[in-house]
């Protein structure tokens, strides 16, 4: 297929190099273009130095930039030269409100828009193995199934446009957590004076196990907070689930809290630190 891709940053550049492995026809184009030329010459894709060129004449246009006003921008300049009959997938982590409102424009155009976010972190991307969910046309979605494929292990359609930006959301949320959770499980083994180690060895096999535990418990106790998700986009990401969650009544008390003591990690200078850096407040 003939692909543009916007955004190769941590995320889209792995993703857009496998779509060439792919045997895919991927044109690049990211913000600064430095990288977008970076990426050409490590993969031999084509670098353009404005989305009207990475729109031209795509079958399909696939975005993983920052935020809301980056989709806003980039969808917006790439309906302007996209033709007919496109599908535009967006794996940016963005609001519910804003995939909506893409998906509207995009219809106006003759376009489909899908929200897409993505699960699986920058390993999952090199590696592609991420889950994708997906809000949307389910018949766009049968057209760009087969390209998203090529970097994901899976890719779940769960209804029309927003409810892929809602279940991200429900994602973050079970991640604030746990992650909260293993923070004060580890505090709790060093103040108590036990032997890390061992309670791990311990307490990892039965039903306290988690991701988060079999990843992240021995990084933490060393300190050491440098595993890929950073707080700067955690709290991005739950900013949004607050905002949902204001908007739709969910009651989400944890999630609001976990949210301050990223904001205390932030202050502590942790802003690019991992998402388990949340230990690092309670070793203070
Ligand atoms: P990143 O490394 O900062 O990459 C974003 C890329 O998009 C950058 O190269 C940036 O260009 C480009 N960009 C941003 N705004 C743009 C715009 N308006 N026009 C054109 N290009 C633009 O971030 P990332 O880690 O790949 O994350 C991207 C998205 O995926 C975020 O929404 C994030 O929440 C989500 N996500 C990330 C992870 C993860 O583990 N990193 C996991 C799941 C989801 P510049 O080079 O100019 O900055």
């Known amino acids: ?18 779509l060439l492995k792919g045997g895919h026809e991927v044109t690049g184009f990211n913000r600064t273009f430095a990288k977008a030329q970076a990426w050409a010459e490590a993969t031999g894709g084509r670098a353009v130095e404005t989305v009207a060129e990475a729109a031209n004449g795509a079958e399909l246009f696939v975005m993983c930039v920052g935020n809301d006003d980056d989709v806003r921008q980039v969808t917006g300049e790439a309906l302007a030269h996209l033709p007919a009959g496109a599908v535009i997938v967006d794996h940016t982590t963005t609001s519910a409100k804003v995939a909506r409102e893409m998906a509207q424009a995009a219809t106006e155009q003759g376009c489909a828009f899908l ?3 993505v699960s699986g972190g920058q390993a999952g991307a090199e ?4 889950t994708v969910m997906v809000g949307g046309d389910a018949e766009a979605l049968a057209r760009a199934e087969p390209v998203i494929k090529v970097y994901s292990k899976g890719i779940q359609h769960m209804g029309p446009s927003g409810s892929g930006q809602l279940t991200k959301m429900v994602n973050q949320i079970a991640i604030a957590g746990a992650v909260q959770g293993l923070a004060e ?9 036990l032997d890390t ?5 311990a307490v990892s096999k039965g039903s306290a196990q988690s991701w988060q535990m079999d990843n992240r418990w021995k990084t933490a106790v060393r300190g050491e907070f440098d595993f890929g998700f950073a707080v700067e986009w955690m709290r991005k990401d739950l900013g949004l689930v607050l905002d949902e969650a204001r908007a739709n009544g969910a009651r989400l008390a944890m999630t609001a809290l976990t949210d301050q003591f990223y904001a205390e990690v ?8 991992d998402t388990s850096s949340l230990a690092a407040r309670l070793s203070r």
């Open 197 to 201: 180690d061992a309670v791990f060895e």
């Open 266 to 273: 932030q202050a502590m200078g942790g802003n690019r630190w």
């Open 127 to 130: 590696n592609g193995q991420l």
């Open 1 to 18: 297929m003939k692909i543009g891709f916007a955004g190769l940053g941590v995320m889209g550049a792995p993703m857009a190099r496998h």
């Open 115 to 117: 929200d897409a976010p």
């Open 185 to 193: 499980a580890v505090h709790f083994a060093q103040v108590a004076g």
